[in-house]
């Protein structure tokens, strides 16, 4: 765990004094869960529901913000069951899910989701060929509803295979009008009208918070990062949590926070809610 600035550890303090109130936002894959091949195999770091029941004796609530599909992420990560532990410790546990498209709640454990966005279906029935023609026919599609994502990692050239798609799958997409998201090692096709930074903003409203966490490791996570900075701005405090990885070292420059994967995640919400002056690091 590695405070950026000592701006930044002041701002992990500013958090910490109003904690009652805040609101801490969270991704699922690289931030509670570890990175894994399959993309199907994704399942929560050992020590996250253990941390997540501890804050949520001291926060006012915790939302999973993820690119997967909501009902997805709550098989994954048994985040039904985890929602109920937390709400009998004192917080509701949501779950927004395709970049804040699709909403759970603990509470209410229904998934409210909009239509799939015009142009998706076209897309998909156009992308075998384009794969082919990228020399990729053997990367997986993940068809998550409302996008579509497009996997490397299994392949043997991940990086290249990547960089030989993202061109023709942004022409597709565009054509589609429809945003493309690069990740690690996978591009996701989707609609552009809602991102992490709007879902982020939106539950931050919604929760009347007196602070906000927001703790990601890929691209898909810059908007939300951006977020908490802009609330911040405004006087909201606001702690930018980076679970940092070699394949997305960039998001390093906008984080307060550098914690080496799941497992610091896990170690800075213990700190959060632990007694005493901060960590040092």
């Not at 931030?31 to 926060?59: C, N």
Request: hydrophobic letters at 45%.
């Amino acid at each position: 765990m590695e405070f950026t600035s000592d701006d930044a550890r002041a701002h992990f303090d500013a958090v910490r004094d109003v904690l009652d109130g805040a609101v801490v936002g969270l991704d699922f894959d690289g931030t509670l869960s570890p990175m894994v091949d399959d993309p199907e195999a994704a399942r929560l770091h050992p020590g996250a529901p253990g941390a997540m029941l501890e804050l949520a004796e001291a926060v006012r609530a915790v939302a999973v913000i993820t690119g997967r599909p909501a009902r997805q992420a709550i098989a994954m990560g048994d985040l039904d069951a985890l929602g109920n532990a937390m709400l009998d410790r004192g917080a509701e546990l949501f779950v927004l899910g395709q970049y804040g498209n699709e909403r759970w709640s603990a509470t209410e454990q229904r998934i409210r989701s909009p239509r799939p966005p015009a142009g998706l279906a076209s897309f998909e029935r156009e992308l075998p060929s384009v794969l082919r023609k990228a020399g990729a026919a053997d990367a997986y599609v993940e068809e998550k509803g409302l996008a579509v994502a497009v996997h490397t990692r299994r392949m043997q050239d991940p990086a290249g295979a990547l960089q030989r798609l993202t061109g023709p799958l942004s022409e597709l997409a565009e054509r589609h009008h429809l945003t493309l998201e690069p990740g690690r090692n996978v591009i996701e096709v989707r609609s552009g009208q809602m991102h992490k930074g709007h879902a982020l903003r939106a539950f931050v409203a919604e929760q009347e918070a007196t602070g906000v966490v927001f703790g990601g490791d890929d691209l898909g996570d810059v908007e939300a990062f951006e977020a908490v900075r802009a609330l911040r701005a405004d006087g909201l405090p606001g702690l930018v949590v980076c679970s940092a990885s070699t394949e997305q070292p960039s998001l390093v420059e906008l984080a307060d926070v550098v914690v080496d994967g799941p497992a610091g995640v896990v170690e800075l919400l213990t700190a959060l809610v632990a007694r005493g002056p901060a960590p040092a690091g």
